[in-house]
């Protein structure tokens, strides 16, 4: 009976561990370079229809991204809904996959190296 419980207590914390990371981390920021972007332009509108016949709209963004030590690339990546301008965003790239993720950030917290080069 206590090696059943053990077992089972076990179980329910490994169990609320994994739900707990999955509530708390980003899978598509993992094993990612962080480069930063601010938004320029509006975002090019593309409408995709659903076999249902709904129709689904995303903005594309072609944009110049900055690394932290300054190192500079065009990326590209989509957004459901249009992006305010001027903002600055933080992207997680992969190398395989392009842009995983982002995170609009306040100016401030965008290195000054990387600053400097998206100006």
Do not use: W
Not at 24 to 37: F, Q, S
């Amino acid at each position: 009976m206590k090696k059943t419980a053990i077992i089972l207590i076990s179980f329910l914390v490994v169990l609320g561990g994994g739900f707990l990371f999955l509530q708390n981390v980003n899978i598509n920021r993992l094993g990612t370079d962080k480069y930063y972007t601010q938004i320029i332009g509006e975002g090019k509108k593309l409408e995709e229809r659903a076999t249902s016949g709904e129709v689904y709209v995303r903005y594309e963004y072609t944009l110049q991204a900055v690394k932290e030590d300054g190192e500079a690339k065009t990326v590209t990546f989509t957004s459901q809904n249009q992006l305010r301008q001027q903002a600055y965003l933080e992207l997680f790239i992969k190398s395989d996959k392009g842009v995983t993720s982002y995170e609009e950030i306040k100016g401030d917290k965008v290195p000054q190296k990387a600053k400097e080069n998206l100006m």
